[in-house]
Nanobody, 123 residues
Framework: VQLQASGGGLVQAGGSLRLTCVAS????????MGWFRQAPGKERELVAA????????YYAVSVKGRFTVSRDTAKIMAYLQMNRLKPEDTAVYYC?????????????????WGQGTQVTVSS
């Protein structure tokens, strides 16, 4: 099973991007899907996550109200809609999946990781 993240790019401050994470198998329908990011010189952090039903979500304080996480009904794709982007959102973004029945910010609980996609926000 693999995860493939895409959708990153260069955008001006205030702009939007939509990241997509595709799972190679439908078994991920029971997993929590999370979006992490790592900026240069900083630790990787959980930005947003959605549970298997799509009914429960998590957002870091820094992105709440600007980012929206979702997943499709087939549960093999997850999305991160990023609006009103800021230069401090610049980072490599990773999607990851966890078998836990609840959302957790603990990176060790996410078993599968995508390859990362670069998001650069210019001022």
């Amino acid at each position: 099973v693999q995860l493939q993240a895409s959708g990153g790019g260069l955008v001006q401050a205030g702009g939007s991007l939509r990241l997509t994470c595709v799972a190679s198998e439908r078994t991920l329908s029971i997993y929590v899907m999370g979006w992490f990011r790592q900026a240069p010189g900083k630790e990787r952090e959980l930005v947003a996550a959605v549970d298997y039903s799509g009914g429960s979500t998590y957002y870091a304080v820094s992105v709440k109200g600007r980012f929206t996480v979702s997943r499709d009904t087939a549960k093999i794709m997850a999305y991160l809609q990023m609006n009103r982007l800021k230069p401090e959102d610049t980072a490599v973004y990773y999607c990851a999946s966890s078998r836990l029945g609840r959302i957790t910010p603990a990176q060790a609980m996410y078993e599968l990781w995508g390859q990362g996609t670069q998001v650069t926000v210019s001022s």
